[in-house]
């Protein structure tokens, strides 16, 4: 039976560890320079790209997912994902600043309407990292600042919209935001009779293992909605064993955890890679959900694998392992009320 009490967390974290998850965002690596020098990467080679692309969306690195980089490695998977590169400032066509329409999808302030039984609730703007390739790397955040009107008037529609029985609170990141106030808006979803279960998309417990602290597991287990938590994690040397325990306690809390990847060049297109993200979200008790096909985001057009390519990995995937490690191969088209599965034998 699933024990929905908080963990004792504090007895098995080391020293390092100790710190709260605010200190740990607050010290995050924010400017080219240092990420170069605690990488020992050569500035002549790399500080100017950086630079540039720091200036079209800040660098943010967070100390525990900086120290699973490997040293001296430019082509380390996960500094692949934070490193700004000449490649952004490039204008490759095609390549959008709002590449899935989400402007046109927004309800009311902080509340966007893709699908007809979920809804999506932009919590904050902020991450604990910042991917380069984010689809959201131009989203118009400040517009999606919720007052505290706009808070009453999102709980109204979900109240007045009966179709929706699933919340996703995203972002930004949700966990970004203090536990005090995500109770609250639990609080006020869970009031609704017809919202059966809240979605986060986080990826704060894989880079800051720390964000699973007491007081989110508090909330997480006292909640009569069904929660799920979809991580996003693209590689296997994302999750190390601070993760691991992080995610022992979301499902000690009763939390379903699944995960979603972006197909990226340069960070996971290859068989081999993919098969063990699966095999290591497995053993942290993470079920692989989606291979995300790249959107075609501005800035970003050098993480693009092309759909044949994407359809050999995943075929490839499925001679490997065992059908429920195998993540569905989807894009998000815009205007579609589901994502598109990709056919992998056309
Ligand atoms: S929204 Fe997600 S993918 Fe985008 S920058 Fe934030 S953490 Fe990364």
């Known amino acids: 039976m699933i024990q929905r009490t908080p963990a004792r967390i504090e007895a098995h974290l080391s020293d390092h560890e100790h710190r709260s998850w605010q200190q740990v965002l607050s010290e995050s690596v924010t400017c080219p320079e240092e990420l170069l020098r605690r990488l020992e990467l050569p500035a002549e080679s790399w500080l100017s790209a950086a630079q540039q692309g720091h200036q079209l969306f800040s660098i943010r690195v967070p100390e525990p997912f900086l120290a699973r980089m490997k040293k001296g490695n430019p082509a380390d998977p996960l ?3 934070v490193l700004p590169l000449a490649d952004e400032t490039d204008h490759a066509p095609g390549f959008v600043s709002d590449p899935l329409e989400e402007s046109a999808a927004i309800a009311t302030t902080g509340l966007i309407r893709k699908y007809r039984s979920r ?3 932009m919590v904050t703007g902020q ?4 991917c380069r390739y984010c689809f959201r790397r131009h989203f118009p955040y ?4 919720l007052s505290p009107d706009d808070r009453k008037r999102v709980i109204n529609t979900l109240a007045a919209s009966p179709e929706i029985n699933e919340v996703i609170f995203s972002g930004g990141d949700p966990l970004a935001v203090n536990d005090r106030l995500l109770a609250q808006w639990v609080t006020a979803i869970s009031g609704i009779p017809h919202i059966r279960r809240l979605r ?15 007081e989110l597991l508090t909330w997480l287990s006292a ?7 979809v991580l996003h994690v693209n590689h296997p040397a994302e999750i190390d064993t601070a993760t691991r325990r992080a995610l022992g306690h979301l499902r ?3 939390v379903t955890l699944l995960n979603q990847s972006v197909i990226l060049r340069g960070v996971n297109d290859c068989p081999s890679v993919l098969e063990q993200l699966s095999e290591t979200l497995f053993d942290a ?11 075609p985001v501005a800035g970003a057009h050098h993480y693009d694998v092309p759909d044949e390519e994407s359809r050999h990995l995943v075929r490839e995937l499925l001679t490997r392992l065992p059908g429920f490690l195998v993540p569905k191969l989807v894009r998000e088209e815009p205007g579609k009320e589901c994502k598109t599965p990709i056919n992998l034998f056309p």
């Open 79 to 81: 500094l692949r994902q």
């Open 119 to 121: 809804a999506l609730l």
């Open 127 to 130: 991450c604990a990292v910042n």
């Open 142 to 145: 400040e517009d999606q600042r």
């Open 200 to 214: 986060l998309h986080t990826r704060l417990p894989v880079v800051i293992p720390q964000r699973v602290c007491d």
């Open 223 to 229: 909640t009569s909605l069904q929660v799920v938590i």
């Open 252 to 254: 000690a809390a009763g």
């Open 285 to 295: 008790g993470v079920l692989p959900y989606y291979l995300h096909a790249f959107d």
